[in-house]
């Protein structure tokens, strides 16, 4: 069935008016759940993103459960590192481990970026497997990591609580850091590209290191190819006469970065919870839309906490230009229960005329 335009989700990134506020939730497919955990329990993570029968099952996993508002491909950032020959496994209780982190010297020996597409083919054959499964139900939202969220992994080799090894390139091999970031960028944009041409019809890129960084650094290191990113794909999707889809920004833990983000070509700009809705949206203007921000840990409140929380949200962000998602991705100690009681509550209050 051919895709629809008019999804509620796709409405709010938009701009345009909706009668409830649309909600998803990051990492919405994992650990918090059974069926999940039994998947993963006999498969190793990265064979379960390279099999497009598995992603696509454990995609719809979620939205079989809750009235979501759009399904995410089940993949991870890190397919763009891989992509371009290291190395990454993913360690249970750990979570991704390098064996052989980026050194200096190997800058050079990344592949060209124009191998992504082929290589992670699988991606976009996940990704048609699912937009016909569901059968234009709810919109599928592709994703890619930003190339400096990609390069404090690559570097680091694993997650970290500064990512100082990784900044320490931004202060000493500045030129060195911008060819990998462009690296990243142009293999981002072809990866990006190829989602949409699979069916994809949103994406959200994540800037989930945006925290480590300075004003200085974001305004150097960061924005630049986050805009690049945005104003490529939406130019290649016009000239390939594919749909000029939606895109959505993620700069976890960057206040500093939303008012720069909101003058370049991202529809909508995620939020995580340090920040009050009234301020993001003062800093973003009125013309972007914003999603977020719960705290990932409201959802182990008791089924009242979760609605009043929900509630205070809604009144903050109001109902238009607006998604309502979780400030980060859900704890995999979450009660699935949790999250039916959060999409409910979304969508009852926000579709309550009187209450906000
Ligand atoms: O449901 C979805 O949101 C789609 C799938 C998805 C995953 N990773 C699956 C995953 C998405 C969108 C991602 C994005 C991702 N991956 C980000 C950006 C979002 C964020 O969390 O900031 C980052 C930084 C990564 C890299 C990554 N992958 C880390 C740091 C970790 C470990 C942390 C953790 O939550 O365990 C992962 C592991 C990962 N990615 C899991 C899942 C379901 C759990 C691993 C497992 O099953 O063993």
Redesign the pocket.
Known sequence: MAPKSNHLLLKAARGEEVDKVPVWV??????YLPEFREE?SKSD?FTICQTPELACKITLQPVERFPLDAA?I?????VIPQALGMEVI?Q?GE??VFPNPLKISDVAKLSEASVVPDVLSYVFDAIRLTVDKLSGRIPLIG?A?APW?LMAYMVEGK?SKTFSAAKSWLYKHPVLSHQLLERLTESTILYLVGQVQAGAQILQV?E?NAEYLTPDLFRTFALPYLQKICDTVKQKLKDMELPVVPMIVFP?GGHFALSALSKTNYDVIGVDWTIEPSVARSLVGPNKTLQGNLDPCALYGDKASIEEAVRRMLEGFGRSRYIANLG??IYPDVNPDSVATFVDAVHRFSSQPATI
Request: hydrophobic share 35%; proline share 7%; no cysteine.
């Open positions: 990051m990492r919405q497919a994992g650990r993963r993570f995410i089940f993949s991870d950032i890190l993913m249970p979570g991704p994703f990591g969220t997650g994540f989930s976890k980060h991705g």
